[in-house]
């Protein structure tokens, strides 16, 4: 079973329960009274782009607002939800990344180790600034003075193919 492009409605049934949310397909079925259908043991969720949100095996679980639900008798052995699958032409699959997103992914990362270098940096160059730092911190300094020039030199347009450089110890 399959129902597409989940959107938030207000039934026009009095018998329904007022002040919650209710869903709609875009074929309009409402996604409560859909839950029968659903027989396979995983229900999962994906967006537009056909990349996989949610997983569950009790449907009720699944908030499906901007989804579409499908249910299936098997995951892959190594399926997650982090993004890097996607449900296309009935089957899931892993979700090949373009060079763009990759190439984002790699400055995403390259930030995030600048950031942590900047904040290990600062209290050692704050001991020397003082007069006040061991032998063990000016060579922590220095380990870590070079790890960010490293860093700062990797091109992030040769990604994936980059040669991180190893963190100081």
Sequence with gaps: MQLNNFIQ???????????????????????????EKFKLKYKIGFDKQGIIRTVSEDISAIYPLGLSIVDIAFLPDDFNIDGQWVFKNGEIKQYIFTLEEV???????????????????????????????????????????????????????????????????
Excluded: C, M
């Design 9 to 35: 409605y207000i039934p026009n049934d009095e018998k329904k329960i007022q002040n919650i949310q209710y869903f709609i397909s875009d074929n309009g079925i409402d996604f409560y009274e859909s839950f």
């Design 103 to 169: 190439v984002f992914f790699a400055n995403q990362q390259k930030k995030t180790l600048l950031d942590k270098a900047a904040a290990t940096i600062a209290p050692l160059q704050d001991a020397i600034d003082l007069g006040i730092a061991t032998d063990k911190e000016l060579k922590q300094l220095n380990a870590w003075k070079q790890y960010r020039v490293d860093l700062n030199r990797i091109d992030t347009a040769n990604a994936p193919d980059i040669a991180w450089p190893e963190k100081p110890q």
